[in-house]
T-cell receptor
């Protein structure tokens, strides 16, 4: 079955440093979504990528979808303490979404 | 716009007891999802409804879990009997297109 892996599992950064999390699928995806979950909270939708090679930006966040539509990345420039949380990718191969293992980000002030 | 509502927020039961969770999706959202999120893991889809029909329930342990969505609006998820490994947060989400809106979840502890 379809598997979705994220690396790294944990990342501690100093405030102001950059952060990147990678999402890899064993199968070709139709689209991929990214969610953020604050500690004790629920996942909140960030963005959806559909096209091969697509790049989208939201302020300090940059999302990429790989050319082969099997991987994706989320890059945060100049992290802030408000970026703390776990970032999940959710990959869709057919009609359902499989969530990745998540990357837990801690930002040290 | 009101968000996805879930109740109860917390539940503690003993193993072999039964429990039910309730979800009220955002008005007009045809798709409703139930996820199980074990501590430290990503949400795992249990069942997906489109209106009141089941789209996918391949990961629902049907010997103990059941779910229904009467009239295509509210939904309930039931576990009977519960096992220790069912301890998790049960998240309900709804969507109009693809973006999923999650409720606050129900934290279940099975002792």
């Amino acid at each position: 079955g379809q598997q979705v892996m994220q690396i790294p599992q944990y990342q501690h950064v100093q405030e102001g440093e950059d952060f990147t999390t990678y999402c890899n699928s064993s199968t070709t995806l139709s689209n991929i979504q990214w969610y953020k979950q604050r500690p004790g909270g629920h996942p909140v939708f960030l963005i959806q990528l559909v096209k091969s090679g697509e790049v989208k930006k939201q302020k300090r966040l940059t999302f990429q979808f790989g050319e082969a539509k099997k991987n994706s990345s989320l890059h945060i420039t100049a992290t802030q303490t408000t970026d703390v949380g776990t970032y999940f990718c959710a990959a869709s191969g057919t009609y359902k979404y499989i969530f990745g293992t998540g990357t837990r980000l801690k930002v040290l002030a | 716009e009101a968000g996805v509502a879930q109740s109860p927020r917390y539940k503690i039961i003993e193993k072999r007891q039964s429990v039910a969770f309730w979800c009220n999706p955002i008005s007009g959202h045809a798709t409703l999802y139930w996820y199980q999120q074990i501590l430290g893991q990503g949400p795992k889809l249990l069942i997906q409804f489109q209106n009141n029909g089941v789209v996918d329930d391949s990961q629902l342990p049907k010997d103990r879990f059941s779910a229904e969505r009467l009239k295509g609006v509210d939904s309930t998820l039931k576990i009977q009997p519960a096992k220790l490994e069912d301890s998790a947060v049960y998240l309900c989400a709804s969507s109009l297109t693809n973006e999923q809106y999650f409720g606050p979840g129900t934290r279940l502890t099975v002792t």
